[in-house]
């Protein structure tokens, strides 16, 4: 019994002093920032948010790289609690002082602890969802791999990590949504683009805000190549459709890329709200 209470204690010394992988980046982050990326997980799967078999009842939605300060995590406690009131929510960042600004806004419920990839948990935690904005962005391409395969670690199998990239206010955003299958095993499941239109809609726009794996790789020769050239043709084709709207014209090019053999969602509760899912 006390041989199992020290092995305890042991292990959630030991995760709570491992080195923190990864690097510390600029802190930039803005009030709402990423209100679309809960607003999509809330859409695409809220049952992740809200179930309670197994592992899933008490597990965490990880903020991994929060910024300077605190807020998208708070901002997002608030919206994903509207769903599921007990969620318990994990703020991670590799800066100290960041973590110590962040810290008078923990609750029993809500907790910012000082890591990285190789995630902060004490023994017993588990993990339902991580989100990664505006974090690898500032790495190399040769780092995205070894990130993902460590942070995959902690997620249970079914659980999902988004990351990604955002423009300074979120208005537009690309993302990898992972699913996780256990053992540190994982696979791509789609990349979402979205936008809210507020800067018009322009396909090359979102080449700039690619995740780390693919912002090198718009390349002939790459699948991410062709499908921008195909979303382009796309939008170009529709253009006509612009006079109803930038929403009709963004779904009209989704529509568009369908019939040229993406497999792109043409679901009207993702376009008319300015998201395109390409499932990989
Ligand atoms: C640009 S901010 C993004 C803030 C917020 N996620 C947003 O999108 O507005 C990136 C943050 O990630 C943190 N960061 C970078 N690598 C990290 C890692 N491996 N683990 C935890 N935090 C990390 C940086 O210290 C920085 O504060």
């Known amino acids: 019994m006390f041989g199992a209470f020290l092995f305890c204690i042991i292990t959630v010394m030991k995760r709570n002093t491992q080195k923190p992988e990864g690097q510390p980046t600029r802190g930039k982050t803005a009030a709402n920032r990423l209100r679309r990326v809960d607003n999509f997980i809330l859409l695409y799967e809220p049952a992740l948010l809200t179930r309670t078999d197994g592992l899933f009842s008490d597990s965490l939605f990880v903020d991994l790289g929060y910024g300077f300060d605190a807020r998208t995590t708070l901002e997002s406690a608030v919206r994903f609690r509207r769903a599921n009131a007990t969620l318990r929510i994990l703020g991670v960042e590799i800066d100290k002082e960041r973590v110590e600004a962040a810290l008078p806004f923990a609750d029993e419920q809500t907790f910012f602890r000082l890591g990285g990839f190789n995630l902060p948990l004490a023994s017993g935690e588990h993990v339902r969802l991580i989100r990664a904005f505006n974090v690898l962005r500032q790495y190399e391409e040769k780092d995205f791999a070894p990130a993902y395969e460590r942070l995959a670690e902690y997620v249970l199998p079914g659980g ?121």
């Open 160 to 280: 999902l990590m988004i990351e990604g990239t955002s423009t300074p206010f979120g208005s537009l955003w690309a993302a990898n949504l992972v699913r996780c299958v256990g053992a540190g095993q994982w696979s791509f499941e789609a990349l979402v683009f979205s936008t809210n239109f507020h800067a018009g809609f322009d396909v090359e726009e979102f080449q700039t805000i690619l995740p780390k794996n693919l912002i090198h790789r718009v390349v002939k020769g790459e699948p991410i190549h062709d499908f921008f050239e195909a979303w382009k043709r796309s939008a170009a084709e529709t253009a006509a459709a612009k006079t109803f709207g930038l929403q009709q014209w963004f779904a009209a090019s989704v529509e568009a890329l369908a019939q040229k053999g993406f497999d792109v969602d043409r679901h009207r509760k993702w376009l008319g709200k300015g998201y395109l899912i390409w499932y990989l």
